[in-house]
């Protein structure tokens, strides 16, 4: 059942079920629903005098402060019982989970409204006259986001874990990579310049026209830091790796890149209501430390993207490129995949597309400052600028970045049903493991390596195929100092190497791989100022001098040639192997993670 198709769930709002959840009518009043028809809502499984059935066949109209509204879906929760208003706002709903004696409660969607409802009480006499003149009334979305929010709290629990009493994803969130955004110690380390002990690492050195030298070789250091570089400016990290901190006070007023563009901060005051840059992103305290919480995900209701690229503006990384809807004084919303829940939450076709990823997932950072603006930077992340530019995109046989890293979660509920959860059998819940890298059930079928070994005389011809037939982007992707490498290994009897007399080797930023037979991929950018190669110091002047990345789809061949003398017989090993960071930066910082085999075959050459 949770194997069910992609897609199919993504084309219509689902249904549940089950009864009412208990405890909602507060709700109710809050949202202005008319809950014409009923007089309890606050009771599941409520059985009714005997006789006293609901009609199997209800009708009504959804309407707002406005009017009646057309094309809203409406369902008969826990059920798969659904239809969409007609023109006049008017629906019929007939058959499953209506006609029983049990309370019913009846949701309708529409776009930029909350989920609305109604409870329907079989032992409410004016179903004796039939089943119509249900009236749902939707209420607006607030349209203003309120930066002055405090996030949620539940029970004097705040943060995430304040989901977690409630809904199974906590657990899930926990392992994903989002949750510790905001500690991660490449992550720190890389902002702040310092090794994983916290030793600072030296102050950049400048020329005179403000560019950096390379480092004094007799002092210490620990790699590069966005701080060395730019002791006064909080850049724009932020706006991707700690969105939570955003309702932290900006005084700064900087923009993306530091305190110099105005008309970042202006389009970025325009799109938000807020400005983000400027926010550290170390030293965060209370949920601000959560990096990419549930809150702030549950939170966005659009993405803002260039109509022109489909792609985020390049000066708007992360939030900037975010509608949120953090709503004001005792009011609440989440934004999910279902049409039909009795909660202060509104429905998100959105939240099952790749464009919600797209504002973090596509960065252009770094470049040169001056008159004000920046200018160049280096679009260094881009998954979703390579899905979108990939056969993946198609929304009838791709997959969305959901499909592959938030597949379907085998499990019938989203809140555990001792807290009101409803059960939905035929609905298809996300992991919220988000899996990634060091998922390796995930990165074995990544890509397909086949490769062959066919003597000639007194060679050996080593061929090898890399085809990105199963990833969704590039291989590797997103950011710059993650590298995948083919390495070719043949030995003789008694384990001796075979040498290569042809074929490709690995260059030397590969390190302890460097000058082996075999192929590294990897986004390689120079260091305009110090000529570094590969730099991982992506808000510096630099260019990208060589992409080496398995696009989608595409394969890499290789072929080499090993001086093995005919008759005598030889083992094959071909790996290919992800490394998280650069050898000599993971050296540098202090970062201690282990390669990532992600495939590997062995070819027994015989006599
Ligand atoms: C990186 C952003 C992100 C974070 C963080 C996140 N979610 Fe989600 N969540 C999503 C997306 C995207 C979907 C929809 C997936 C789809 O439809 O393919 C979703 C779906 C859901 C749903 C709807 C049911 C389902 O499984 O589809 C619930 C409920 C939910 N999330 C709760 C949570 C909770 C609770 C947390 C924290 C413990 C959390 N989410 C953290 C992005 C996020
Ligand atoms: C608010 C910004 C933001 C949004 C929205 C966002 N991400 Fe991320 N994502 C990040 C950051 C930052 C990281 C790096 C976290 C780290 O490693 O410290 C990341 C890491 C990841 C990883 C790597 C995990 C690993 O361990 O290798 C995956 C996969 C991923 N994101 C997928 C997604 C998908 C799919 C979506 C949309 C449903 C999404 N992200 C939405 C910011 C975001
Ligand atoms: C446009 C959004 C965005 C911006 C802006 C951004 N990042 Fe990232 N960052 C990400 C995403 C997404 C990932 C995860 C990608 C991946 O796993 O390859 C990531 C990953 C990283 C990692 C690797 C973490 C790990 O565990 O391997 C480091 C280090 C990092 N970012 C540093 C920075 C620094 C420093 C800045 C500011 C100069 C910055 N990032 C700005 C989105 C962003
Ligand atoms: C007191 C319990 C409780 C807490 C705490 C709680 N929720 Fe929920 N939430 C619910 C219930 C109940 C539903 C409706 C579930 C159903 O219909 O199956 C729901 C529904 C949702 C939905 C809509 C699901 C969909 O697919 O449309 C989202 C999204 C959501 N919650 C997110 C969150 C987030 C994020 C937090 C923490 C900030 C949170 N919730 C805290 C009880 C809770
Ligand atoms: C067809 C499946 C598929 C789709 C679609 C897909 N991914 Fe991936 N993704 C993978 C696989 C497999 C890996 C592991 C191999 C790798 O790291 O390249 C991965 C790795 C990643 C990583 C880890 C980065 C790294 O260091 O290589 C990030 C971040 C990521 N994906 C984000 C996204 C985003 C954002 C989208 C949507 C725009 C997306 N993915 C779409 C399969 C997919």
Redesign the pocket.
Known sequence: MRARMRGKT?LKPRADRAALPPAFSAGVALLGVVAALTACAGQSHVRSGVGQSLPHTISGVVSNAVGPVAGAIVQVQGTPNQTTTRSDGAFTLHGQGLGGNRVVTVTAWAEDHFVGWVSLDPANPVWQAGGAGVQITLKPLYTVDNTAYKWFTFEGVSG?AS??IC?R??E??QA?A??QSAVNPRFITMYRGTNVAGQPGQPTRLTAHGQALPPDPSQPYYGPGFRLDNPDRAGNCATCHTPVAANTPNDKNCAWSGCHTSATAERAQTANGLNLQGIMPVGLMGIGEEG???E???KVGNVILDPATKLPYPDMPGILSMKLYRPPEGQQLFF???VDVSRRVSYLPL??QSA?CAPCHFGVIGGVVGNGMVSGGALVYNSYGEWLNSAWSDPQTGK?C??CH?PA?DTVY?VFPEKGGIQRDYV???Q?T?RGVSDLTLMWSAVTLTSTATRQGDALQVNVQVTNDKTGHNVPTDQPMRSVMLVVEVSGPEGRPVSLQRGPTLPDWTGNYAGQPGRAFAQVLRDEWTGETPTAAMWRDTTVVEDTRLAPFAASASNFTFALPAGRPATVKVRLIYRRAFQQLAQQKGWNDPDITMAEQVIAVEQ
């Open positions: 993504r995430s989901c977690g809904h994803e906590y899930e969130w994903d989002h949750a990419v919480a549930c702030f995900c549950h999910g995949t279902l939240q099952s919600f969305t959901q499909n938030m979660a989203t298809t819940y996300h919220h988000m």
